[in-house]
């Protein structure tokens, strides 16, 4: 017990980055009008979510019944 939380806490810190950094990347494309960029900050965006959300899920099964 406390590996799972220890573990999806870490996850969802990486996925919580991973989402900013998208969301950066997002923005700057758009601005830049570098439509790669902006393609790539979409797909990091994505990539953080889904590791965040795998994050709670490992908390979650980890919590007691």
């Known amino acids: ?11 969802s ?3 919580k980055g991973n989402d900013l950094k998208g969301r ?3 923005a700057a494309g758009g601005l830049t009008g ?3 960029l902006q393609a790539e900050g979409k797909v990091d ?3 953080g979510k889904a590791q965040d959300a795998f994050g709670k899920l ?3 099964l980890d919590e007691p019944a």
């Open 45 to 47: 965006r994505l990539k």
């Open 34 to 36: 570098d439509s790669s």
């Open 13 to 15: 810190l990486e996925g």
């Open 1 to 11: 017990r406390g590996d799972l939380t220890a573990d999806g806490t870490a996850d």
């Open 24 to 26: 950066l990347k997002d």
């Open 58 to 60: 490992e908390r979650k």
